[in-house]
């Protein structure tokens, strides 16, 4: 008689009387799925925010592209190249050529204090002097309102993250370089990547303005195709004229997101797991309401031949049902509240802002439905024990 | 079942049943012997505490006693695992409680099926059974009826309808009117014992109603966890 398809009957039967009776203990229930809804939603939406600044990064690298910088730098802040490196950089094998002109793009990076729109306090914008080869070594770029810049006037361009984010930097909004105040004149977009927060310039005026002579800090060069990176490395960092290092863009960026990314999912996950310990309670108090009202029904059906193995699993499936509600839930409340909420934040390795959209990704989601799981079978297992341990007979005679 | 001892199905031999309080121990049952032969509709009589329902229990298989044996159709209780007596349970027993115990989500022919739930049978061969169980207690017209919605009386007569759609060995009834007025109750008296005239059930039904106890072939009486052949005076 106790096959495993009749056992899987009595299962589904138990779990069914046990949720067609949630309206008469609607309180609890709703209190254990808000609980686990407001765990994933936390869980989510701070994940989401290292997710957001993890896209924004790995979409600034381009598996073609190389960044090259001076040996011994972290980042391009710390990096300088001077104008015979740069030429000899542009010149070396595997570098991608238009029409004769290396696609080379030697850039000088420096950061200014611009108040933020939402608290007015002072961050630090990166801005960034280019010549026209940075166009053609970026994807997807693109002026989204006003004008290009103009070569060797003292004006800027503002990728949109930034002039979201920054007072002053709209079209015909003023930006302090030193002593004087330069106008923006456009506002571009850049698929989303880091050069969305920063503010461009023509790099022979901002060399001047900093009186950095005729050095920049970085090249980013296009080679001919992600294969030539090798050779393009062992030319560079094998020229004893050269004192550089050279890496793919794509693990330049990786390597900057790391820390900050790590960071906020260890906060995330603190959070997360600190709720997710109230939440389990919540559970727990939940499943035991739930065992308790149905005590005597529980016995019944026991007591008509049902097994102490389908209640077990019964109270744990009941349990884990109303847990994936709550992350369902917690998931589409993350996804309507964060999913594409533009902020900023400090990139530890750069000393500047990166303006990013928070991501609520497929992963993330499944991740959060997966930790509401664990809540329910955590929060269903004591409950469900103990509904099969309690004796027929003196549940039966309980009123 | 076994057919050996078939004119005795059930038979209580030497039963003590102890509870233990703390450090206290109750003497529930004490060295009982009780006999019911097959066909029979015994009523179990005594005062409150007396060990009625712990008897019941026993020999519905819900609880094992501390010392003696329990054999149902010769088939003795003691050997069986709780899953494996949980199976027999489903195929021998049918229980009728005094607070009709039906799962007040269900309606009453999906309360009817819950036995059914337990055996290989089809939805459609479900349903006939159903049906032929609730017409047998004269409720087919309220199948669909949920037990808030039902008297006192039709609850308890969809909760014999539930205990007896699996066409069980014996039927266990735990004081099956204390909860019901008294035509109520003479409706349910009428139908245990038309299933015992007319379909042969063996009934086994704890009262502490004389009025009740009349209505069965044979009463026994339980005082303090011994039987007697006449109440107390």
Redesign the interface.
Known sequence: ??GPI?WL??VI?ITK?GL??IP?RIGSVAAAVCGIAGVVTVLVGVLSIGAGFRRALEVSGSPDNAVVLRSGADSEMVSGLSREDVNLISEAPGVRRDNGSPLASPELFVIINLPTRATGMDANVPMRGVEKAAFQVRDHFKIESGRALEWGKNEVIVGAGASGQFAGLHVGGKVPVGRFEWPVVGIFSAGGSTAESEIWTDARVLQAAYDRGDSYQSVQARLESPAKFQAFKDELTTNPRLNVKVVRQNDYYAEQSTAVTKLINTLGFLVALLMAFGAVFGALNTMYTSVSVRK??IA??????????AVIASVMLESLALALGGGLLGGGLAYGAFNGFHTSTMNWQSFSQVTFAFQVTPELLTQGIVWAALIGLLGGLFPALRASRV???AA??D? | MSNANSEILVDVDGVEMVFRRGAEEIHVLKDLHLKVPKGEFLALMGPSGSGK??LL?LI?G??RPTRGKVRIGGEPLEGLS??RL??W???HIG?V?Q?Y?L????SAERNVE??L????LTKAQRQKHVAAALNMVGLSQRARHFPRTLSGGEQQRVGIA?AIVTDPTLLLCDEPTGDLDRKAGDEILDLLQALNREQGKTIIMVTHDPHASARASRTVYLNKGQLASEPLQ
């Open positions: 008689m106790a009749n009957s009595q039967s009387f067609l009776g008469g005597r029904e019944t059906l026991r007591a008509l031949g049902f097994g102490a193995s004796s027929i007979s039966l005679r009123l | 329902s712990t229990n519905g819900l609880d709780d899953r949980a199976d349970r489903a195929r229980f409680f607070l115990n799962v007040p989500v269900l819950l036995p739930l337990l055996t290989h539930r």
